[in-house]
């Protein structure tokens, strides 16, 4: 009390001068509905903007649950979207029953690009269906098979691995061919086997196959960025620009394919 006391004695023109000058704004404002308004107005602006910067830090913070979110509405999507339907009629009918494939939403949570075989771990395991050889993709393109799961977790063979190999085909001449990653950048893989009547221009797309029991057809695998003829007879080959960012690699689906169970069965009987 003594320390306040000896601060206002020291300092009382100054708090007597803004004192005096905070009454003469009220006055003032008070008096005058030009001043008023404008007083009114500017204190808006102040708390507006101060709300609008509260809002944009929640939202920063709720970003995670958005997309967390986001990913869920995607998948149920792509689930809907994969149907048997009858194409003499060009109508169709989503149903539980007619949907080939469940996505299922995951968040990488490790992730390599910079060894000869690359992994990723996702936060799903076997509590949430997740299996041995289901494919995974992102939401521009393939990203690699399950190869092994626990409870909650599942580990991903990257396409860039050195054991990776899926059959793709050209969008443009329907031709067949296999995706490599032999190239040691992540942004890149090999096209090989394809036949020497077929040429190939930078920017061609590369798609899923039917023939692969992973991954649905016509998922994008990336586009041609060099095309490398080979001698007569020979098969040739064709650098591939991944659709796919492995380095900044964050969100993922796994692919569920409801009739694998049947198909299983009736290749296990061919066996036989």
Same mark, same amino acid.
């Given at each position: 009390?003594?320390?306040?006391? %000896? ?15 905070? @009454? ?8 005058? %509905?030009?001043?008023?308004? %404008? &007083?009114?107005? /500017? ?6 903007? @101060? ?36 194409? !003499? ?20 949570? =490790? =992730?390599?690009?910079? *060894? ?17 050889? &289901? ?11 399950? !190869? ?25 001449? *329907? ?14 893989? &090999? ?14 797309? #590369?798609?899923?196959?039917? $023939?692969?029991? @992973?991954?649905?057809?016509?998922? &994008? ?8 003829? /080979? +001698? ?14 492995? +380095? /900044?690699?964050? $969100?993922?689906?796994? #692919?569920?394919?409801? $009739? ?9 009987? *061919?066996?036989?």
């Amino acid at each position: 009390m003594y320390n306040l006391r %000896r601060f206002i004695i020291k300092h009382h023109f100054v708090i007597l001068f803004i004192l005096l000058e905070v @009454i003469s704004v009220l006055l003032l404002a008070n008096s005058q %509905r030009f001043h008023r308004d %404008r &007083m009114v107005n /500017t204190t808006n602006d102040v708390v507006g903007k @101060i709300y609008e910067w509260s809002s944009e830090v929640g939202n920063y913070f709720r970003l995670n649950s958005a997309n967390e979110q986001l990913a869920e509405e995607n998948a149920l999507l792509r689930q809907r979207l994969s149907v048997v339907y009858d194409t !003499t009629t060009c109508t169709f009918d989503i149903s539980e029953g007619d949907t080939l494939y469940k996505y299922i939403p995951a968040q990488v949570v =490790n =992730n390599s690009t910079n *060894q000869a075989n690359n992994y990723i771990i996702i936060n799903k395991g076997k509590v949430d269906g997740i299996e041995r050889d &289901m494919g995974v993709i992102s939401t521009d393109g393939i990203v690699g098979v399950v !190869t092994d799961v626990s409870r909650h977790f599942a580990s991903v063979m990257s396409l860039l691995h050195s054991k990776s190999v899926v059959g793709v085909r050209i969008k443009e001449s *329907q031709e067949l061919a296999s995706l490599k990653w032999e190239t040691n950048n992540y942004r890149y893989g &090999m096209v090989e086997d394809i036949p020497t009547h077929i040429l190939l221009q930078k920017g061609d797309t #590369i798609l899923t196959s039917s $023939h692969s029991y @992973i991954f649905p057809e016509d998922l &994008m695998v990336g586009t041609v960025e060099e095309f490398y003829p /080979t +001698a007569v007879d020979a098969l040739n080959k064709a650098k591939v620009r991944f659709a796919t960012d492995f +380095a /900044t690699l964050r $969100h993922v689906y796994v #692919i569920r394919d409801l $009739h694998k169970p049947e198909l299983d069965s009736l290749k296990a009987r *061919q066996k036989l």
